[in-house]
Nanobody, 118 residues
Framework: QEPVVESGGGLVQAGGSLRLSCTASRTYFDHNVAAMGWYRQAPGNERQWLGSISRGGTPNYADSLKGRFAISRDNDEATVFLQMNNLKSEDSAVYYC??????????WGQGAQVTVSS
């Protein structure tokens, strides 16, 4: 089983909303997780950190995204969500979730394409 698996993504109009999901295997989620979060990468750009949620449930966000993006967690489903609102064309990118364990190792999702049409 993969440590983390993403779902969601797709095409949305500017101003719309989209939610991405990232489900971790229970072994990683219950025993070893320090934080889960999200990055994105647009063509020609560096990977940009968006935010994360700690083992204790505290979210942190990149300053540029506060107010539009929100990260939450469902412990029963071992899933973290990225809710994206008021999407803009510049939000188009491949979105990656990650799980960081207490040893500092990173595990990545397969990536989800988000395309915002103007």
């Amino acid at each position: 089983q993969e440590p983390v698996v993403e779902s969601g993504g797709g095409l949305v109009q500017a101003g719309g909303s989209l939610r991405l999901s990232c489900t971790a295997s229970r072994t990683y989620f219950d025993h070893n997780v320090a934080a889960m979060g999200w990055y994105r990468q647009a063509p020609g750009n560096e990977r940009q950190w968006l935010g994360s949620i700690s083992r204790g449930g505290t979210p942190n966000y990149a300053d540029s995204l506060k107010g539009r993006f929100a990260i939450s967690r469902d412990n029963d489903e071992a899933t973290v969500f990225l809710q994206m609102n008021n999407l803009k064309s510049e939000d188009s990118a491949v979105y990656y979730c990650y799980l960081r364990n207490i040893q500092g190792q990173m595990y990545w999702g397969q990536g989800a394409q988000v395309t915002v049409s103007s």
